[in-house]
């Protein structure tokens, strides 16, 4: 079985290659085509893999490529996890929001639509392409902002395309470390929009243990969402968000302490690869070692801003595995064993939320099996919910639009309808600063 990687040369590529390499059942993936622009990333990713494959036995071959039709062809999944503008174009991205006063983090507000705006256009010729050259390859989407661009390649691929993202799963298992359950176990009641979501039950043995956490404040407060969001706020919700609508509930304080730290987490991520890649270039050097040193302070530092202005101190040391692999690699086995499974991923609602249409990419509970993954039914969101859902889905649909004609006036409309921009002067004021600054953004007219 042949999986492509595009974005082969990325960081956390060997985080993928590694679930592979534990994986001995049939079916297996044999070869993995690292795809990527820059030649130079691609080999150093690939000898992290060769340091990672030395002592295994039957490791999947690697194969690294800068051909983008070469790298589909005859795929049967497709990974797709790019970055278009590299982290330099995250850094700018947060940069030109925080001088206009608002949010530039790469997912959620103003810096979210910057970079869709620069990520459609390049996903959707990815889904153009895969759709001709590798006709029933399963396409897999961590490219971020992963809903909106999940939704734009959907349009090109249907039900092919399934858009993933490790935040849910972690919500999952933290909320059901503390009640004691087993998180294989535990069905989470969870929905919304990628980075939009809460979860609103968590039953074991058919009883929602939820409610036992809501009215336990030790409890409550001893896990990563009780420290970021505080137990006061969770018990009014009655639910526990993702740890994304941080910045919604406390959007003053994470601005503020965004436009106070001494680097934006894309100016730190991009410094920090920068050093990575420059050591792997350096012959005789220790890949894995390097990689693995780097790997772990960026899990350490992830959301260390948000953390800071709640107060919440170090991440837990379970926290620090991040998990988005294992979640693809579920996935895969699923569809390609027939092995039913439910995961929490990003599909065509279909009717699970009617305040949407049946095209809108939700993130949701799914029933996966051979024939793909189906959206399981769920409980409607409350007022407040449904309202920031469907504000941020009428902000994706501006975005998509503006990919597609290319107007100024409708990215214009994207972000002044965002809830975490106050005024349609900054709207205007953005497009003017990015157009400035990325040249991805020139089609826009
Ligand atoms: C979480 C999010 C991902 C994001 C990742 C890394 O897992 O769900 O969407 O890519 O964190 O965040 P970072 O700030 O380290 O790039
Ligand atoms: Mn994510």
Redesign the pocket.
């Known amino acids: 079985m042949k999986l492509t990687i595009l974005g082969g040369g990325g960081f ?1 590529v060997p985080l993928v290659y590694g679930a592979l390499l534990g994986d001995r059942g049939e079916g297996r993936v044999t070869d993995v085509v690292l795809h990527d622009l820059d030649a130079g990333r691609l080999s150093a990713v690939a000898r992290v893999l060769a340091e990672q494959a030395a002592d295994a036995l039957d490791a999947p071959t690697v194969t690294a490529t800068t051909d983008l039709d070469e790298a589909l062809r005859g795929a049967d999944f497709i990974f797709s996890a790019i970055r278009v503008g590299g982290l330099e174009g ?1 850094a700018a991205d947060e940069r030109v929001a925080l001088d206009q006063g608002v949010l530039g983090q ?2 959620v507000g103003a810096g979210g639509i910057a970079y869709g705006l620069r990520t459609v256009p390049v996903a959707v010729d990815i889904a153009r392409r895969a759709a001709r050259l590798a006709p029933d390859a399963w396409l897999i989407n ?1 490219t ?1 902002p ?1 809903g909106l661009v999940t939704e734009a390649m959907s349009r090109h691929l249907g039900d092919r395309v399934i858009g993933i ?3 849910p799963v ?1 919500l999952g298992r933290r909320i059901a470390r503390v009640l004691g359950a087993e998180p294989r176990e535990a069905w989470i009641d969870y929905v919304g929009l ?2 939009l979501g809460w979860v609103r039950g968590l039953h074991v043995a058919g009883r929602d243990e939820l409610p036992r956490l809501l009215a336990d404040p030790d409890l409550l407060g001893s896990f990563e969402e009780g420290k970021l969001f505080g137990t006061d706020w969770l018990r009014s919700l009655g639910a526990i968000p993702n740890e ?1 609508l941080h910045y919604y509930y406390f959007n003053r304080e994470t601005v503020r302490a965004y436009s106070r730290a001494e680097k934006t ?2 100016a730190f ?1 991009r410094d920090q690869q920068a050093r990575f890649y420059e050591e792997m270039s350096r012959p005789g050097s220790a890949a894995l070692t390097a990689w693995d040193r780097t790997r772990a302070e ?2 350490a ?3 260390s801003e948000n953390r800071e202005t709640a107060g919440a101190g170090e991440r837990d040391a379970d926290d620090l595995s ?3 692999e294992k979640v693809a690699l579920a996935l895969m086995r699923a569809i390609a064993r027939d092995e039913r499974t439910t995961l929490i991923l990003n599909v065509r609602n279909q009717g699970t939320l009617s305040v949407l249409d049946a095209d809108a990419v939700i993130e949701v509970p799914c029933l996966v099996d051979a024939n793909g993954a189906h959206p399981v039914a769920v409980a409607p969101l409350p007022d407040h919910a449904t309202g920031l859902v469907c504000a941020v889905k009428a902000v994706e649909r501006e975005v998509l639009a503006a990919a597609e004609s290319g107007s100024r006036t409708t990215a214009v409309k994207a972000f002044a309808l965002h809830p975490l921009v106050d005024s349609v002067n900054v709207a205007r004021n953005l497009v003017d600063g990015y157009t400035a600054v990325h040249p991805g953004l020139a089609y826009l007219t």
């Open positions: 956390r995250r790469e997912t961590f971020n992963a993202c490790d935040s972690g990628n980075h994304y987490r894309g991520l960026r899990e530092t992830y959301m991040g998990g988005y």
